[in-house]
């Protein structure tokens, strides 16, 4: 399965060491290390491999690729090639930088609110970073965020193995978004194909994992293709209450004896005519 994720956010907020940090591009966790800050000028792509992030019923490898984008006005051009295609957005400031706050607000309009690839919130995580030597503080109050967004703040001399596992978590989420927009497509059109992933790239979980009701019986899942839609059937008994039982026998009884007096009253209406003649 392959992700597109976005970082942006102001300049200097940390979104390369971000990357370097999720990568693991040769650094430990210490990822504030004392090495000089330089400036992303274009857009810069880190790639790696995601083992086993979990779905409601399959596992599977993720091929991840972060799209970071230098945080200069300038490259405003360049921000429909972040856009393309997007599958998710992580924007990045600095806690303790005012300017930064206010513009996380137009990052947050541009790469969500109005992304062309349909980014929802929840696809959708922001880091207040905390950097070298500054104050720690919280997360700030973001206009124009609502409240379905995943908002931390991390120290990364102190708290790396606590952005992985955030990031960790907000992928299983976005992986799950996509894999149900996608299933939705090829279940409403026959004729289109996953563009995110393959069908045998999905790992069925152990019964032990997800157990089948035993109630009811259901198609199994084809192993070359995870999207087979599971058909349940419920046995239809064909047994009525014994209240309904006496009602209907009553209704047949008494429609019987209705019968029986319609009959009766002709016979003796067609004596009587025979009498008058």
Known sequence: MKLKIGVVGPTGSGKSTICNLLGNEGLSDNANSHLPYRPTNSIRIVGFTMPSIELTKYSVDVDCQLWEIGGNPRLKQLWPAIQNNLDGVILV?????????????????????????????????IVGNVLRGQRETGVQ??????????????????????????????????????????????????????????????????????????????RPVSPANPFTPEVETTPVLAVSSPRKRSVSSRFVQDKLSLNTVIEKLKSEMQHEDHQMV
């Not at 600095?94 to 919130?121: C, E, G, K, L, Q």
């Not at 965020?145 to 931390?152: D, E, K, P, Y």
């Open 141 to 218: 109050k973001i206009v124009g965020i609502g409240q379905r967004v995943r908002h931390i703040a991390v120290n990364l001399d102190d708290d790396a193995s606590y952005l992985r596992e955030e990031f960790r978590h907000f992928m299983n989420g976005v992986a799950q978004i996509i894999y149900d927009r996608e299933k939705a497509n090829m279940l409403s059109d026959s004729s289109k194909t996953a563009s995110r992933f393959r069908p045998q790239d999905f790992r069925c979980r152990t019964r032990a994992e997800s157990p089948t009701p035993t109630c009811r019986p259901t």
């Open 93 to 125: 400031y600095d806690v303790n930088n005012d300017s930064h706050v206010r513009d996380s607000s137009a990052f947050y309009m541009h790469f969500v609110t109005h992304s062309p690839s349909n980014v929802s919130p929840m696809q959708c995580l």
